[in-house]
């Protein structure tokens, strides 16, 4: 892989985001088909590795969340990006429209309930920041559904949110789960371009969705509510990751190189008996032959 500076995705608060400084097509970090192949390989390999060393390590979690406009490849990024670690280390959620009980409590709940173990990896497919994205895009959502007080629906409610899920992900780090944060980063005209093959790809009709057409309608309200989102959620700690989508591969590869990094950051290791357990431990080897 070309060379890689997880800084170039990185938004950490400490500057203003502005999302023409983030294109939505770069370099490719792959020569061709073949390549792309082979990086994408190691990296689940590599992945694989640092999952199994959280997992004996058992002191850390990681919560992977994706956001993105339909149709920007979260689904198929996911099953590139993970497909080499165990099944049993990690798992995947997805988040639709609240439920009746869901609306009962407060939108955290629901969340919540699917944090990831320690040793794990729970991925986030959309979140807790639908609260701020699509609630805000269609304000009628907050006003007709969403159950809280009519008091506390002013229009601080964004500022609060953004508050509240600062303070959770700052919970979560102080109790060792490490999330990462990825807009997927698509332009208006590739996702015109996604929408059309799903509807002349007979393979793909399945996938092809009205509503999908009638929320492209808001993109522009959906690209302030992004960079408001980032730019108000992002800090040293748990920063966001803007990641280039117009091409699937690039941004397989750059998705899968961050969460590498990522776990390589917390520098675990297999955890190291002491000199007397390693004694217990190989005198019962010869009880296990004896019992042969
Ligand atoms: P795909 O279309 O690829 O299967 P998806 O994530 O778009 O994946 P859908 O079932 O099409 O899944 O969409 C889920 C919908 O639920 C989205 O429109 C999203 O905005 C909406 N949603 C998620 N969370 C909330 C929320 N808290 N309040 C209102 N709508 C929400
Ligand atoms: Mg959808």
């Known amino acids: ?42 990296l689940q390999t590599e992945m694989d590795e640092l999952q199994s060393i959280m997992y004996a390590h058992s002191k850390y979690g990681v919560l992977a969340v994706f956001q993105a406009m339909d149709a920007a490849g979260k689904d198929g990024t996911m099953k590139a990006v993970f497909q080499g670690v165990h099944p049993l280390g990690m798992s995947f959620y997805s988040f639709k429209r609240p439920s009746e009980t869901e609306l009962n409590h407060d939108y955290m709940w629901r969340c919540y309930k699917e944090l990831p173990e320690r040793g794990k990896m729970q991925i ?116 966001w990751y803007v990641v280039p989508a117009d091409d699937k591969k690039n941004m397989r590869l750059i998705v899968a190189k961050i969460i590498v990094e990522k776990l390589k950051e917390l520098r675990m290791s297999y955890p190291e008996p002491d000199e007397s357990r390693k004694l217990t431990l190989l005198g019962l080897i010869d009880t296990i032959k004896q019992q042969n």
């Open 124 to 239: 986030f497919n959309r979140s807790y920041y639908e609260e701020v994205l699509v609630v805000k895009v269609h304000p009628e959502i907050l006003e007709n559904y969403q159950k809280i007080p009519n008091e506390l629906k002013g229009n601080d409610v964004w500022k609060k949110r953004y508050q509240d899920i600062k303070h959770f992900e700052d919970y979560l780090a102080n109790n060792g789960i490490v999330v990462i944060k990825f807009f997927l980063n698509v332009s208006k005209e590739e996702q015109g371009n996604r929408l059309i093959e799903r509807i002349e790809d007979i393979t793909k009709n399945w996938k092809f969705e009205e509503g999908d057409i009638k929320e492209r309608g808001f993109w522009n309200e959906y690209q302030k509510a992004y960079e408001e989102m980032i730019n108000e959620t992002s800090t040293e700690k748990n920063p």
């Open 1 to 42: 892989m070309k060379k890689f500076n997880i800084k170039d995705y990185q938004i950490t608060g400490s500057e203003n985001f502005n999302p023409r400084n983030h294109p939505t097509k770069i370099k490719d970090f792959y020569e061709d088909k073949v390549d792309y192949e082979a990086i994408l390989k190691s």
